[in-house]
């Protein structure tokens, strides 16, 4: 009888361990839905601007920059004082940044347009 209590109890434990492991935190997106164009790439420029600027490019493509090193790029689809959701690039996620998780946010910057159009030839 008490082996029996003991192999239910270790039954039941990993059935919730198993169901903890499942389990997606607020926040967070899956790694099989994102796909890499979510993170924006290194030689993408962009404009460094305040939380509260935010509120004019909703619509808009942003880069977030999280307090745990992570970033992430896509339209803003929802701005708050105290939160903000983007549409990942490439994904149809959304994602919520708390402010306080912020650390910076970026828009990207158009490439430079060249001077000329490199048509005139060289002696």
Known sequence: ???????????ALCFFASLDALAVQ???VPKAEMKKSARPTAQETERTISY???????GQRVIIHSATGTTRAGKLTKYSQTQID??????EAQFTF???AIKSIGVPLAPQETQGDGSAKKN
């Not at 509260?52 to 909703?58: A, D, P, R, T, V």
């Not at 983007?86 to 994904?91: Q, V």
């Open 98 to 100: 708390l402010r306080d």
């Open 1 to 11: 009888m008490l082996m029996k209590k003991i192999i239910l109890i270790a039954s």
């Open 52 to 58: 509260e600027e935010l509120g004019n490019f909703k």
């Open 26 to 28: 607020a926040g967070t």
């Open 86 to 91: 983007i549409a990942l690039d490439g994904s």
